[in-house]
């Protein structure tokens, strides 16, 4: 009996076996089915994702049946990039194929190897030298404003030409080169050999104002690495000279660093707000002064115009958000936002606004800019809007000198 | 062991199994899961649809690696991630991608066509279409302006007027779109009411005025008899519906009387190649229409044969510099078959094919994929068709119409 009914056990365990697997295995078999009609409930592809293949699928056709010759690859995909950030709308966020990149940096640190003047044109259209850059090699030789360059390097210079740039290209070179500038100073003519040197292009001009000597003018050109240095050696020499008030000139000026703005601010101001600055997601950053300013006190007036921008922006608006200052001249430019320039895996690179920046009330600088507590418009002839701030300053050193 | 030890025992194994066999069974649907959208994205599963409407050529699988998208790839997550403002969604931000890569290759032809604007584009070549009734353009502003109502047609019915700007319709805004956004609002099936948002110069608010709309023509064809028994019969466009309309105006035509035809090409700015084939082929006898050369080097004729009621007609064709494509075609096979005399000014110059790919989610993308000759074998690209007679068009409006009139003369002296 137990021998039988061991053997009919061990049939129907053979059975149970076999059934249980195909039990299994039908199992599985539906399981494996269900996900795989199921595959796009379960991993639905994303929007890019299929409007992707959209891309590829006509990068394939022209490939295949476009008559005429194409441009590479390269060129097509960097066209697809430029259109989808075009796409954006927005005209500070651009694409830049791989050449173009390199200019950029080179204008913010300010830096080239040359004499350290600025060159322009007469009436007659010869070459002047309009302006000498302190401490450089073309101030040291002693070259100095209104000098008329009639050669360079034995080669005179050629005054039919349109533009400054084969000139310039001449008397710029490697540091540690001599050039030799042949010049012309009222009747003399002269020659004088000059080593070139890496030229720090100057932010900062300054002078004691000739009319009033107590006030001081600064111009700032562009905020760049150096100009919290230089605007101390302004500061510093100015004071020394007898300044009590600054006109300090923000017009024309595009921007720069930001850094360089808050660092120009914290001169003038103690401590305290200089700008917001909000990026999408992250919230608001605070950029507070530093201590340590040399002119906490002075009065101060500064000039805007329709071409003040950006960092020059954070500044004015700083100083007449926070009292400091009065702003004289035109509503500003209203550039708020901030970009920066990512370079991609080729060489390539990106423009991208990645933030706004508001003053420290809070008013937003985009598109609509800041307006003078004066408005003055420019005249003729004159400075009218620095005049206005002379006026201003020197009432308030009137008040200061106790002449009520 | 106790029996209850081992009953704890038994349950805990039993358990153990069940979670096991849970696991093996979702391990295995995700894996389903996997294979199918593997095979999904190799292209082996969908219907890459691609549907030309000229040889059925088949998009190859040689498109760019990934690899090859890196930067691109690059560009888009940069912009998801760092650009401040909101974004536009991620079709419009593609479509600007696509654009910006057409635009490399410099052919103004070579183009990609959002769906709004291929389902427009599409009606009305199709010929007819479900409206309003107006031709319009983009109002500098924002919204449609009218430039012509179609006479007794819905809008004028309804006290719609030319210079009208459609603001909105059923409260829609439409300033904010492109025109051919605007008009998917606007068009919409035949016995439909729509309210439509108008300013009007004078009103001071705007007004809102219902239009039924109506199945509609395409305007293609105009014709008339002229002095002499000439048949005039001008084409608009060559599109689904040209080569019929132009055949029931040339049979009436001639069934009035007509004993020679003026076909007016002027400004005719082209349309299906087919149907411009057909209409060469109501003219001509026997013989080659046009040639085509693609980028394989495939060549292909296509060609006119006998047996049409029109072919031995004495016969002009006008033509302009806005004469193009299949005007030119037609044009260049009644030249080079020495069917008849062409009269006015060199046309426009367009020997080049585009075939139209309807893509997969209903945008379209047109390739120059080809170029055509005339009979002779000549190229017409850049160059344009000459007439016989060249007659200039007048520089001021005037009440006259030189070319036409050289036409009759021709007609009716032989010179």
Known sequence: MNQASKEVNSERHILHAVLQGLVTGLLLGAAFAAGFLFRDVVNRPTPSQTSFDLLREIDGLLASHYLYEMPDETTRIHGAAAGLVASLGNPYTYFQEPQASEVDTTNLAGRFGGIGAEIGRDEQGRFVIQRVYRDNPAYNAGIVEGDIILAVDGVPVDTSATDSNQLLAAIRGEVGTPVTLRLQRGDEVFEVTVVRAEILIPSVFWNLVEADPRIGYIKITSFTERTPEELRQALSELSTQGAQAYVLDLRDNGGGLVDSAVAVVSEFISGGVVLYEQRRGTGERVLNASQGGNALDAPLAVLINGQTASASEIVAGAFQDRGRAILIGQQSFGKGSVQVILTLSDGSSIHVTTAEWYTPNHHRLEGQGLTPDRTVEPVEGRDAQLEAALEYLSERLALVEGEY | ?415
């Open chain 2, 1 to 415: 062991m106790t029996s209850k030890e081992q009953n704890t025992g038994h349950l805990l194994r039993n358990l153990a199994l069940t979670l096991l066999g849970l696991m093996l069974v979702c391990l295995v649907f995700l894996s389903g899961v996997m294979v199918g959208h593997r095979l999904s994205t190799a292209g082996l599963l969908n219907n890459t649809s691609i549907l030309p409407t000229i040889p059925a050529l088949e998009a190859e699988d040689s498109g760019p690696d990934d690899a090859d998208f890196q930067v691109f790839w690059e560009v888009w997550n940069t912009v998801e991630d760092r650009f401040y403002y909101d974004l536009p969604d991620s079709q419009t931000r593609m479509y600007g991608a696509i654009n910006g890569m057409l635009d490399t290759l410099n052919d103004p032809y070579t183009a990609f066509i959002t769906p709004e604007a291929a389902r427009i584009l599409r009606e009305d070549f199709s010929g007819s279409f479900e409206g309003i009734g107006a031709y319009v353009e983009q109002a500098p502003e924002g919204g449609v302006y009218i430039i012509r109502v179609f006479e007794e047609g819905p809008a004028e019915e309804a006290g719609v007027r030319a210079g009208d700007i459609i603001i909105a319709a059923d409260g829609i805004d439409l300033t904010d779109m492109t025109l051919n956004e605007a008009l998917l609002h606007v068009r919409g099936p035949a016995g439909t009411p729509v309210v439509l948002t108008i300013v009007r110069e004078g009103e001071p608010a705007p007004l809102e005025i219902t239009v039924t709309r109506a199945r509609l023509d395409v305007p293609t064809i105009e014709s008339r008899m002229l002095e002499g028994n000439i048949g005039y019969v001008a084409l608009f466009e060559f599109n689904a519906t040209a080569n019929t309309r132009l055949r029931n105006a040339v049979q009436e035509l001639i069934d009035q009387g007509a004993q020679s035809i003026i076909l007016d090409l002027r400004d005719n700015p082209g349309g299906y190649l087919e149907q411009s084939v057909d209409v060469a082929d109501l003219f001509l006898d026997e013989g080659v229409v046009l040639i085509q050369r693609d980028v394989d080097g495939n060549v292909r004729e296509y060609r006119s044969h006998n047996g049409d009621f029109a072919e031995d007609i004495p016969l002009v064709v006008l033509i302009n510099g806005n004469s193009a494509s299949a005007s030119e075609i037609v044009a260049g096979a009644i030249r080079d078959q020495e069917r008849g005399v062409l009269i006015g000014e060199t046309s426009f110059g367009k020997g080049s094919v585009q075939l139209l790919y309807e893509l997969s989610d209903g945008s379209e993308l047109r390739i120059t994929y080809a170029n055509w000759y005339t009979p002779d074998n000549l190229s017409i690209s850049g160059e344009g068709i000459a007439p016989d007679i060249v007659v200039e068009t007048p520089t001021e409006p005037t009440a006259t119409d030189p070319q036409l009139e050289r036409a009759i003369q021709y007609l009716l002296t032989g010179q």
